[in-house]
């Protein structure tokens, strides 16, 4: 497998609003002032309209007025506001009034996509990616990862964190956009590492997840929002479900009846239309954003693989990417999937995408029992490759071969 050249991680001339996905010119971007606090002066709350309309609820849209700051330099980070005359650098979004973390907007933003199918495991993805990147791969990658915002620290604690991993209880299919409105975890990513002459370099990209809910791709009623999502979105990883293949389920046993329009070249196809018609591609075009294809649950396979697959081997934690090991995974997933009858997926990957990548994963590393994360606990199987992948492809980490 030929690998593109990899993308700078310059700053951008312009943020993306990790909320509303929209394109922001940093001399744009308002201010909201700090408000009364004890016996400091500031300006009293008032309703805000647009963060209200973003949310749904006037609940907690309250808040100190937001004020524009023309003229102010980015770097600068602080404004005074013109009412109370208050310094503050709480930056919001000018179109949806949520705030901006001072994180955010000072490192290049990279919003990674998470598409799949319903019950291709994309909330229990994220929460083991996520714990994998403060733990375990943080500490190889010597980089640490930590939330910009309140709402991704509750919401993580929240919605994946306590349930699998403090309660071992299995995490609930990812609600439609319609029924409950999602919030984006926003992290920092910071890197650590000595360029070859010796002298250390500091790498920082925010990362923004959002995951998509599988029904959410078919209703014309929110596929709105997802597609400004996946149009703003640097790269996108597809979640499969080898369950949903059905050459696959005579091989991994007893699977659960297919959900309706629920075929991954579906879910794929739908998402790359819908974006070469935002992208104005040309018929012949291959759209640029690279793209990582997982395949999900392969603990499920492991028994009928070799010991030297390798997928059934680990990847090597040396702080690399090691790109023979990348190549190998890839031509074993790619030959999976046509013995599977799913060759096509992999044909419309090439002829639709410049960069793409095909991974294996486990998040559990186990079947669950029940409604329960199994005996063994979460053990998860190279959950991080994907993510590793564009890390690399973001210039964030270095490649070897022939190690």
């Not at 002066?41 to 907690?60: Q, W």
């Not at 109370?84 to 949520?98: I, L, M, Y």
């Not at 690399?320 to 990348?326: E, G, I, N, S, T």
Request: net charge positive; with cysteine; proline share 8%.
């Amino acid at each position: 497998m030929s690998l593109p050249s990899r993308v700078s991680l310059s700053p951008r001339a312009e943020i993306t609003c990790p909320y509303c996905f929209a394109e922001l010119a940093p001399a744009r971007i308002p201010f909201r002032c700090r408000g009364r606090a004890g016996r400091r002066a500031g300006c009293a709350p008032v309703l805000d309209e647009r963060l209200a309309a973003y949310t749904g609820s006037t609940a907690g849209a309250s808040l100190p007025p937001v004020f524009p700051a023309p003229g102010r330099r980015r770097a600068e980070g602080r404004a005074g506001c013109p009412h109370c005359g208050q310094p503050t650098g709480s930056r919001v979004c000018p179109e949806c009034h949520n705030p901006l973390p001072s994180a955010y907007c000072d490192s290049p933003g990279r919003i990674v996509a998470l598409v799949g199918a319903k019950n291709a495991g994309k909330s229990t993805y994220i929460a083991v990616l996520l714990h994998e990147l403060m733990n375990r791969v943080g500490t190889e990658l010597d980089a640490s990862l930590v939330a910009c915002d309140d709402r991704t620290i509750e919401r993580y604690r929240r919605d994946f964190a306590r349930p699998l991993l403090e309660e071992r209880r299995l995490l609930p299919t990812t609600a439609s956009a319609a029924t409950a409105p999602r919030e984006p975890l926003v992290y920092l990513l910071t890197r650590s590492r000595r360029t070859r002459f010796a002298r250390e370099r500091t790498d920082s990209l925010a990362l923004v997840l959002f995951d998509t809910a599988g029904e959410d791709l078919r209703s014309r009623e929110v596929r709105d929002l997802h597609l400004r999502y996946l149009e703003a979105a640097d790269a996108i990883i597809f979640l499969v479900d080898p369950l949903q293949l059905p050459g696959a389920r005579p091989v991994l046993g007893d699977a659960p009846v297919a959900e309706p329009d629920s075929e991954p070249i579906d879910i794929i196809a739908r998402v790359t239309e819908a974006l070469r018609q935002r992208h104005g591609s040309r018929p012949n075009e291959r759209l640029p954003v690279p793209v990582a294809v997982a395949l999900t649950k392969v603990d499920l396979l492991r028994p009928s693989l070799l010991r030297q697959s390798a997928l059934h081997r680990g990847r090597s934690g040396t702080g690399v990417l090691d790109l023979d090991d990348r190549d190998a995974v890839h031509e074993q997933v790619r030959a999976l999937l046509h013995e599977w009858q799913a060759g096509q997926l992999d044909t419309y990957l090439g002829q639709r995408y410049a960069d793409y990548a095909l991974f294996g994963l486990s998040a559990l590393g186990g079947r669950p029992e029940g409604d329960r994360v199994g005996a063994g606990g979460v053990r998860p199987h190279r959950a991080e490759d994907p993510l590793l992948w564009l890390l690399y492809r973001f210039g964030m980490l270095d490649g070897v071969r022939g190690r």
